[in-house]
């Protein structure tokens, strides 16, 4: 049933059906525009709901006070609503309330459809936009978890930047200077946009607004990625390798299992300035081309550095509890 229909259609039956209820329970007149109101004000978070109602209300305000002078100056009737759209759509675009356009315009029309501008009248149309966006609010406050799809998406860019770097180990490994991984780069980067929507989801279903740890995990794993276009360039030209691209096969191995949690990026930090020791520390090239080829390879640390340092920056960044729920994770 929940497959067929979908968690929001459900809601929106319900809310709508509960606000025309409720209008009608307290003897609201137009009770079905409470309905009306809520399906246009259920929204995909809770934050978005809450942020759409108070525009709204202040959309109804302005509306319900333009629409009474024009009617009350021009008469009820047709060129006096058009007047009152010609003042009220600038206004309610200044007010940053433009969500609030229709269903306010459409609680005008009651006015010109009474014929008559009074308290009692307008405290309905009030009650009704109160009423159509409160349980709007009321519903959206269920709302499914995303926390199972953002592990799940966590864990598929996890595997896919660990095999990435397995393919740059084996390239550096058994000597061949052909590295196809933009394929992988490209369902990387699609990978890292569902996740990063999914966490901005994730926030929006809080009224805090806080960025959450997963907005702040997923960031760091694009900035990783950006790092890792870069890091492909240099297999492109690599060639002849030697001793020191095994030691640097070494190290993008280790690399590829901090991803996935089982070394700490400090280790590898100290790794880093370790294997710079050994490249100053090692006889000079002979030729050219062995020149350009250690220069690569060195400027291939760099990077490997500058991914880990994003890892390490992510990590200090964090706060104790944020910390002890990313523990977690591994």
């Known amino acids: 049933m929940k497959g067929i229909i979908g968690v929001k259609t459900l809601k929106t039956a319900v809310g709508a059906t509960a606000a025309i209820i409720l209008a009608n329970t307290i003897g609201l007149k137009y009770a079905a525009s409470a309905g009306i109101i809520t399906i246009l004000s259920i929204q995909n978070t809770r934050r978005e709901c809450l942020q759409i109602a108070v525009r709204r209300f202040i959309a109804t305000c302005l509306a319900l006070l333009i629409g009474s002078c024009s009617f009350k100056i021009f008469g009820f009737n047709a060129v006096s609503f058009g007047i009152y759209l ?17 269903p306010a315009s459409v609680l005008v029309t009651h006015l010109l459809g009474e014929r008559a501008v009074t308290g009692g009248i307008i405290i309905n149309e009030l009650l009704i936009m109160i009423v159509g966006a409160g349980i709007a609010l009321l519903v959206n406050l269920y709302m499914p ?113 901090s991803i996935k949690g089982q070394i700490l990026v400090e280790e590898l930090l100290e790794e880093v300035e370790n294997l710079r020791v050994y490249f100053k520390t090692s006889p000079l090239p002979s030729s050219r081309d062995e020149f350009e080829n250690r220069a690569m390879l060195y400027q291939f640390i760099t990077d490997i550095e500058q991914f880990l340092d994003v890892k390490k920056i992510f990590k200090d960044s964090l706060s104790e509890s944020e910390r002890q729920e990313y523990r977690k994770y591994y």
């Open 86 to 102: 010609l003042i009220f759509i600038p206004a309610v675009v200044k007010a940053k309330a433009v969500e609030g356009i229709a």
């Open 145 to 257: 978890s995303l926390e199972e799809h953002l592990l799940v998406e966590k864990k598929k860019i996890e595997d896919e930047m660990y095999s990435a770097f397995i393919k740059m180990e084996q390239v550096l490994r058994i000597e061949e200077a052909n590295l196809q991984i933009q394929n992988e780069l490209m369902v990387l980067q699609q990978s890292l946009k569902e996740g990063m929507d999914k966490a901005t989801q994730y926030r929006n279903n809080s009224f805090i607004g806080k960025k959450s740890l997963y907005e702040k995990y997923f960031d760091m794993r694009f900035s990783q990625y950006q790092v890792m276009l870069y890091m492909q360039k240099h297999f492109e030209r690599f060639y002849r390798m030697g001793r020191e691209a095994h030691e640097v096969a070494n190290l993008t191995h280790c690399v590829a299992q």
